[in-house]
T-cell receptor, first 113, second 112 residues
Framework: DTAVSQTPKYLVTQMGNDKSIKCEQN?????MYWYKQDSKKFLKIMFS???????INETVPNRFSPKSPDKAHLNLHINSLELGDSAVYFC????????????FGPGTRLTVL | QQQVKQSPQSLIVQKGGISIINCAYE??????FPWYQQFPGKGPALLIA?????SEKKEGRFTISFNKSAKQFSLHIMDSQPGDSATYFC???????????FGKGTLLTVNP
């Protein structure tokens, strides 16, 4: 069974479009995260959620809106996509906080044309 | 402001050699230091982690050395294998914080 799953794996879209990425974890963890990995492999946290509550919003443009319908899901909606949004987006989860092992999903490669 | 500085950016090692990757941090409140390993096309996965109450932690061929006074920690991979070829990230967090700050990564290539 996949611990952290993301859909879709690949997303190719035009500038200005709106898209969503879904994430689910079956580990029973309380904390979930979204990371952005750019073309230079730099891994940067975007959001942290604990028990469905937003804890960290790391100066991400408000075109990015995360939503956590329950503890097992954290989705990412992106409005008005820009070229600079092209990256790999990783969802992750941990038991409780960043000092616990984070389990990453397989990533979603977003390409904005 | 880069709170965790990682070097080198890339590293080429022969099979059987020792790979060493270094990280330095600025925030003295950091108290958890993991290393993550990422293979191409996959998400990062925890390799090994250390807390500042010990100076070294070893798991198989992987060792973290920690120097609290110098605010540095390093990953040593003994007897490096081609299967170790991956990108390695150091990271740090503090207390019950919900943020893990990553270094910029090191691309390790182990030649057969």
């Amino acid at each position: 069974d996949t611990a952290v799953s993301q859909t879709p794996k690949y997303l190719v879209t035009q500038m200005g479009n709106d898209k969503s990425i879904k994430c689910e974890q079956n580990l029973g963890h309380d904390t979930m995260y979204w990371y952005k990995q750019d073309s230079k492999k730099f891994l940067k946290i975007m959001f942290s959620y604990n028990n469905k509550e937003l804890i960290i919003n790391e100066t991400v443009p408000n075109r990015f809106s995360p939503k956590s319908p329950d503890k097992a899901h954290l989705n990412l909606h992106i409005n008005s996509l820009e070229l600079g949004d092209s990256a790999v987006y990783f969802c992750a989860s941990s038991l409780q906080g960043a000092a616990d092992t984070q389990y990453f999903g397989p990533g979603t490669r977003l390409t904005v044309l | 402001q880069q709170q965790v500085k990682q070097s080198p950016q890339s590293l080429i090692v022969q099979k059987g050699g020792i790979s060493i990757i270094n990280c330095a941090y600025e925030n003295t409140a950091f108290d958890y230091f993991p290393w993550y390993q990422q293979f191409p096309g996959k998400g990062p996965a925890l390799l090994i982690a250390i807390r500042p109450d010990v100076s070294e932690k070893k798991e198989g061929r992987f060792t973290i050395s920690f120097n609290k006074s110098a605010k540095q920690f390093s990953l040593h991979i003994m007897d490096s294998q081609p299967g170790d070829s991956a990108t390695y990230f150091c990271a740090a967090s503090k207390g019950s914080n919900y943020k893990l700050t990553f270094g910029k990564g090191t691309l390790l290539t182990v030649n057969p």
